[in-house]
Each structure stands twice: as structure tokens, then as C-alpha cells.
Nanobody, 124 residues
């Protein structure tokens, strides 16, 4: 089992920045990727960005490329999502997931382990 705890969400004006954190605990001896997803009411969970176990490989959705950057601190078992130039359409609950490196399943919103989520609200 892997436990995930997200933090860093909040309210920000359009054009502003936030940094989300995802701290992993539990079965941290296993190699797993960490990824961010988001969901708005009435919509399916949407993949945002993922980072490999080593932190050397990343993969992002086209909608956030150039604005969001994912990174990972292996020593702290923590992944970060730096979000810049935020737009009102980025408003969502952001979830951290842990599991195999599998962008195809990520596009379906699938991950074995999930955090509770953190709310991000971008005002216009």
C-alpha cells in the first residue's frame, strides 16, 4: 500500500502560480511513478502530468505544456506540480496517483493508489 497526501491548493487569480505537493508514504521501497490528475464536477478525471520513479522522465498533457512542470524529490518521496499562468479552466480538485509508468492508462484516469485531493480555484 502507498499512502499519498496532497497539499498546496488554494485560491489564486488568473495568471498566478501555485505549487502542489504530493508526499508518499507506506510501501515506498517499490519503484512507482507519481502523477497528477484533476476533476471538475460532472467530468471524468483528467490526466495532467506524470514523473517516473527516478524523476528523469516526465509526461504532460497538451493542455498544460509550457505552464505546468512536474518534478520529484526521491529523498523526500515527494512529487511537485508547479503551475504557472493559471487559467479559470484549471479550476478543479487535483489528485495525486501512484503506480506504474503507463501514460496510456493515465489517459484513462487509472492509477492503483490515490490521494484525497486538493482544491485549486482560479478566479478571473
Amino acid at each position: 500500500q502507498v499512502q499519498l497526501a496532497e497539499s498546496g491548493g488554494g485560491l489564486v487569480q488568473a495568471g498566478g502560480s501555485l505549487r502542489l505537493s504530493c508526499a508518499a508514504s507506506g510501501r515506498t521501497s517499490s519503484a512507482y511513478a507519481l502523477a497528477w490528475f484533476r476533476r471538475t464536477p460532472g467530468k471524468e478525471r483528467e490526466f495532467v502530468a506524470g514523473v517516473s520513479w527516478s524523476g528523469g522522465n516526465t509526461y504532460s498533457a497538451d493542455s498544460v505544456k509550457g505552464r505546468f512542470t512536474i518534478s520529484r524529490d526521491k529523498a523526500k518521496n515527494t512529487a511537485y506540480l508547479q503551475m504557472n499562468n493559471l487559467k479559470p479552466e484549471d479550476t478543479a480538485v487535483y489528485y495525486c496517483g501512484a503506480g506504474p509508468w503507463d501514460p496510456r492508462n493515465w489517459s484513462r484516469g487509472q492509477m492503483p493508489y490515490w490521494g484525497q485531493g486538493t482544491q485549486v480555484t482560479v478566479s478571473s
